[in-house]
């Protein structure tokens, strides 16, 4: 529902706006487009969780598309594409391969041409989301405008968190090997970015994570 409302969708409804508009840029302007919440549970969607894996995961969406082209067949031979962000970096992948190996002899069998993975979480969201997350808020401190004392509290937080310098020391090449964990990131602390997010949207209520020059 993210993804429709706010942001490939026909209209936008953003945070801090009191009305929806056209959205310039919507995927359906040029191809059918399905937004799925998957897997059960999310958003919206009821039943019950039953699946364990992104194997088991890719199994029931599967057979989603598949009654879902028994009702409209006339687009059933389409060209298809997967694509998500976020977690879908764990989904869409797994999907993909499902749909590709499946034998001639499946009940559907689906033109897969592609997939796109954008802003994707292919690994630790700690690595990739709350260690540089400092550093992005001084990078664009000219955007977030946030006052001297919420700074320094946030470079107090990444230091006791164990994620200063760890950019320079492990995100270099070539790789060291697989990325640690710092052993003090998992207090509530050190939920970084959602302290920044909910700052930046105290002071800006349009904040758009992926245009955060927008406002309202």
Known sequence: MEGLLQENGPFLWQWGTAHPVRNPYAWNTLA????I????GTGFSQGNVTIHDEDELAEQ?????????DVFMEIKNNLVYLAGESYAGYFVPYVANYIYSLPETAPLRLNLQGILIFDPLITSSLVQL????????HMHQ???NFNASFLSYLDE????????????????YPPHGPLPIPSSSHAKECDIWATIFEAALRINPAFNIYRITDTP
């Open 32 to 35: 059918n487009i399905l937004w």
């Open 37 to 40: 919440e998957q897997p059960v």
């Open 61 to 69: 969406l599967y057979g989603f598309l598949t009654q879902f082209f």
């Open 130 to 137: 709350e260690i540089p997350a400092v550093s992005f808020a």
């Open 142 to 144: 000219n955007i977030f």
């Open 157 to 172: 937080q990444n230091t006791k968190c164990g994620f200063e310098n760890y950019t320079q020391t492990y995100a270099t």
